[in-house]
């Protein structure tokens, strides 16, 4: 049996298959829930985040001000397609096969739309999606495919910045003549309104600010004084002229889409949704920006795995909060869900933090796992290595160990956030170490994760399936 073959013959089951237990309505106070995503926003980019701000990002602030920031937000993997796939699935990337782009999920992975569609929300998604294969653009059917959403605005996967094209809920390709995150956005307005009478569920996914090379021409702001580099990028970095460019590039890009999110809050206000509906921010992965020597994402340093989130309901979620507990992507599932007071599904991994980002309690949050694979040909410099690695990261500190095993990343967070001096491989560092690695492992054997074996990879699960008897 072939794939397009297999796929057929699941579509229906993946379709049919029930929620364990039902998705009732329950006791949550969650009407509608608007979901914006943005394509490679590290957390360092925010307003809020640091001071001086680099950036400016008003509406982002006031998101902030108005609802809950969490300070401490990481990824399951600094890739767009497993990280993606690990927001809608609630699992860790080994766990739903989706390790590195181009994949398509499997047919038996539930998405947490599916939940909200089977209580009787509106589900729409707007925007790039990269979860379904190579294809790019790429239409995605009606069907299992959509994971759960009813009506879908957007595109499989690419980048179309200068020449915007998408495609219609019915498959036709269309070329927008506004910036595509600005017909996106607008998109996204549209249904709000159009649905303001019935509860939603509208999943909004940006494609800026990654990669900024495909942006348009940088604000006058940033022509004449180019934003500031981390601390941590070095020297070297720091005299290539086209680099820099590429920064004030990305920050302008982060500014516009903040414009995108003050039109999204002003149309929830004016059709007198704002109480109704919790708005949840965050990005899939961040961006290097030459922090160590290093370009793209990929790594497991802070600003390529940290990002912003931040979730507003008022009324529900006190104005002005933050939080320190940490939080892994793989946990939004199961906590909107649990928000909105429904099931999730039986094969979500991830952990439900609502009494946290809801704003009701507290919770105590050991440590988070990420993993990823490097491919060492973006950085200016003797980095961390090249290949799969796991990284565990708790209040304190992080380590990751590479795919042979070894620990070749030790920093210690509180003292130096920057992760300017790795202490890996000291004398004086190795019960931490040892304390660490057994954190490591115990989230290796929880999860299932054959590390340093390679996982089951997303292909195997619906390619070279045997014919039935």
Same mark, same amino acid.
């Given at each position: 049996m072939n794939r397009r073959t297999f796929l057929r013959a699941t579509a229906a089951a993946a379709?049919?298959?029930?929620?364990?237990?039902?998705?009732?309505?329950g006791a949550g106070d969650v009407s509608n829930l608007l979901f914006v995503m943005a394509d490679q926003w590290r957390f360092s980019a925010v307003g809020h985040a640091s001071a001086p701000a680099p950036v400016a990002t008003p509406h982002?602030?006031?998101?902030?001000?108005?609802?809950?920031?969490?300070?401490?937000?990481?990824?399951?993997?600094?890739?767009?397609?497993?990280?993606?796939?690990s927001v809608m699935t609630g699992r860790l990337p080994h766990q739903h096969g989706l390790i590195v782009n181009q994949l398509t999920l499997p047919p038996g992975e539930r998405g947490f739309a599916e939940s909200f569609a089977r209580a009787g929300y509106r589900t729409h998604y707007v925007g790039k999606w990269h979860l379904d294969g190579p294809d790019s653009p790429g239409f995605v059917p009606p069907g299992w495919r959509r994971r759960g959403f009813e009506?879908?605005?957007?595109?499989?996967?690419?980048?179309?910045?200068?020449?915007?094209?998408?495609?219609?809920?019915?498959?036709e390709l269309i070329h927008p003549e506004a910036r595509e995150w600005t017909y996106q956005t607008d998109r996204a307005i549209d249904f709000v309104?159009?649905?303001?009478?019935?509860?939603?569920?509208?999943?909004?996914?940006?494609?800026?600010?990654?990669?900024?090379?495909?942006?348009?021409?940088?604000?006058?702001?940033?022509?004449?004084?180019?934003?500031?580099?981390?601390?941590?990028v070095p020297e070297r970095v720091r005299r290539r002229g086209r680099l820099a460019e590429r920064l004030g590039a990305y920050y302008d890009l982060c500014e516009q889409l903040d414009?995108? #999110? @003050?039109?999204?809050?002003?149309?929830?206000? %004016?059709?007198?949704?704002? =109480? /109704?509906?919790? !708005?949840?921010?965050?990005?899939?992965?961040?961006?290097? #920006? @030459?922090?160590?020597?290093?370009?793209?994402? %990929?790594?497991?340093?802070? =600003? /390529?795995?940290? !990002?912003?989130?931040?979730?507003?309901?008022?009324?529900?979620?006190a104005a002005g909060g933050e939080t320190d507990t940490l939080v892994s992507n793989v946990d939004l599932m199961p906590t909107l869900t649990r928000l909105a007071g429904l099931e999730r599904p039986s094969t979500c991994t991830g952990r439900d933090l609502s009494g946290v980002l809801g704003g009701s309690g507290s919770a105590s949050?050991?440590?988070?796992?990420?993993?990823?694979?490097?491919?060492?040909?973006?950085?200016?410099?003797?980095?961390?290595?090249?290949?799969?690695?796991?990284?565990?990261?708790?209040?304190?500190?992080?380590?990751?160990?590479?795919?042979?095993?070894?620990v070749v990343l030790l920093v210690d967070l509180e003292r130096d956030p920057l992760e300017l001096e790795n202490l890996a491989g000291r004398g004086d560092q190795r019960d931490l170490a040892e304390s660490l690695r057994a954190e490591l492992d115990r989230w290796r054997a929880r999860t299932a994760d054959a590390f340093p074996k390679p996982p089951v990879g997303a292909k195997s699960r619906y390619e070279d399936v045997p014919e039935p008897a």
């Amino acid at each position: 049996m072939n794939r397009r073959t297999f796929l057929r013959a699941t579509a229906a089951a993946a379709l049919a298959a029930a929620v364990p237990g039902g998705c009732r309505r329950g006791a949550g106070d969650v009407s509608n829930l608007l979901f914006v995503m943005a394509d490679q926003w590290r957390f360092s980019a925010v307003g809020h985040a640091s001071a001086p701000a680099p950036v400016a990002t008003p509406h982002l602030d006031r998101l902030a001000r108005q609802g809950l920031r969490c300070n401490r937000a990481y990824v399951a993997n600094p890739v767009c397609a497993p990280s993606r796939a690990s927001v809608m699935t609630g699992r860790l990337p080994h766990q739903h096969g989706l390790i590195v782009n181009q994949l398509t999920l499997p047919p038996g992975e539930r998405g947490f739309a599916e939940s909200f569609a089977r209580a009787g929300y509106r589900t729409h998604y707007v925007g790039k999606w990269h979860l379904d294969g190579p294809d790019s653009p790429g239409f995605v059917p009606p069907g299992w495919r959509r994971r759960g959403f009813e009506t879908f605005e957007g595109f499989n996967r690419g980048h179309w910045y200068q020449q915007p094209q998408t495609f219609t809920d019915a498959g036709e390709l269309i070329h927008p003549e506004a910036r595509e995150w600005t017909y996106q956005t607008d998109r996204a307005i549209d249904f709000v309104r159009r649905h303001r009478d019935e509860r939603f569920f509208c999943f909004l996914s940006w494609g800026p600010p990654h990669p900024a090379t495909l942006g348009r021409p940088r604000s006058q702001r940033f022509a004449e004084a180019p934003p500031p580099w981390r601390a941590n990028v070095p020297e070297r970095v720091r005299r290539r002229g086209r680099l820099a460019e590429r920064l004030g590039a990305y920050y302008d890009l982060c500014e516009q889409l903040d414009v995108e #999110l @003050g039109r999204l809050l002003d149309a929830l206000d %004016e059709q007198g949704l704002a =109480e /109704s509906t919790l !708005v949840v921010f965050t990005s899939d992965h961040g961006d290097m #920006l @030459g922090s160590h020597g290093v370009f793209y994402k %990929e790594h497991p340093y802070e =600003e /390529s795995v940290r !990002v912003p989130l931040v979730l507003r309901q008022p009324g529900r979620i006190a104005a002005g909060g933050e939080t320190d507990t940490l939080v892994s992507n793989v946990d939004l599932m199961p906590t909107l869900t649990r928000l909105a007071g429904l099931e999730r599904p039986s094969t979500c991994t991830g952990r439900d933090l609502s009494g946290v980002l809801g704003g009701s309690g507290s919770a105590s949050v050991a440590s988070v796992y990420c993993e990823g694979r490097m491919d060492g040909r973006r950085s200016a410099g003797p980095q961390l290595g090249r290949g799969a690695w796991r990284a565990v990261i708790t209040p304190s500190h992080k380590l990751m160990v590479d795919e042979t095993g070894a620990v070749v990343l030790l920093v210690d967070l509180e003292r130096d956030p920057l992760e300017l001096e790795n202490l890996a491989g000291r004398g004086d560092q190795r019960d931490l170490a040892e304390s660490l690695r057994a954190e490591l492992d115990r989230w290796r054997a929880r999860t299932a994760d054959a590390f340093p074996k390679p996982p089951v990879g997303a292909k195997s699960r619906y390619e070279d399936v045997p014919e039935p008897a």
